[in-house]
Antibody, heavy 116, light 109 residues
Framework: EVQLVESGGGLVQPGGSLRLSCAAS????????MHWVRQAPGKGLVWVSR????????SYADSVKGRFTISRDNAKNTLYLQMNSLRAEDTAVYYC?????????WGQGTLVTVSS | QSALTQPASVSGSPGQSITISCTGT?????????VSWYQQHPGKAPKLMIY???NRPSGVSNRFSGSKSGNTASLTISGLQAEDEADYYC?????????FGGGTKLTVL
């Protein structure tokens, strides 16, 4: 069974940093592209970033470019999102998700709240 | 990186059919056959309902179907059931990003 379990969310002050992790199991992690997608309270899904299977290629939404960094450790079956210079508008549930042409599995999400 | 355009809401009665549109550009929806649709119930993670424009994953009811014409993709749900009430999102792969629509709230009357 495919499982994606996010962790690392919490309350952080504006300008602060946070690192999210996503532990993957039930599939060959190193064979799949991975994404981070976020959803602000009461709002829609917004794509944040993606990384290819070996970590050599990454893409970011304009809203997070230069502040967020996606990475992966295929030996640990883990996806990461380093978030720096956080803003109030980054407050959201962050989902880890699997897929290249389409996302076929999603984690349950971790809540990030940026507030003073 | 503009979001894809979906109607904010649609509604239908049990047994009826509804269609949700998703409009993009020739750089996303129109340029790739990688349009997918997701269903999200409140407090839950999204679920893949349609991939590559018109394909259904195993386990998804055949009441759900997808199509595309030019820069607009569509999701049709036939024989509406109460459990179909949810938010629906379209998505398109591009070479540089992945785009989502703003979401459509489906109400089953």
């Amino acid at each position: 069974e495919v499982q994606l379990v996010e962790s690392g969310g919490g309350l952080v002050q504006p300008g602060g940093s946070l690192r999210l992790s996503c532990a993957a199991s039930g599939f060959t992690f190193s064979s799949y592209w991975m994404h981070w997608v976020r959803q602000a309270p009461g709002k829609g899904l917004v794509w944040v970033s993606r990384i290819n299977s070996d970590g050599s290629s990454t893409s970011y939404a304009d809203s997070v470019k230069g502040r967020f960094t996606i990475s992966r450790d295929n030996a640990k079956n883990t996806l990461y999102l380093q978030m720096n210079s956080l803003r109030a508008e980054d407050t959201a549930v962050y989902y880890c998700a699997r897929g290249q042409w389409q996302i076929d599995y999603w984690g349950q999400g971790t809540l990030v709240t940026v507030s003073s | 990186q503009s979001a894809l355009t979906q109607p904010a809401s649609v509604s239908g009665s049990p047994g009826q059919s509804i269609t949700i549109s998703c409009t993009g550009t020739s750089s996303d929806v129109g340029g790739y056959n990688y349009v997918s649709w997701y269903q999200q119930h409140p407090g839950k993670a999204p679920k893949l309902m349609i991939y590559e424009v018109s394909n259904r994953p195993s386990g998804v009811s055949n009441r759900f179907s997808g199509s595309k014409s030019g820069n607009t993709a569509s999701l049709t749900i036939s024989g509406l059931q109460a459990e179909d009430e949810a938010d629906y999102y379209c998505s398109s792969y591009t070479s540089s990003s992945t785009l989502f629509g703003g979401g459509t709230k489906l109400t089953v009357l």
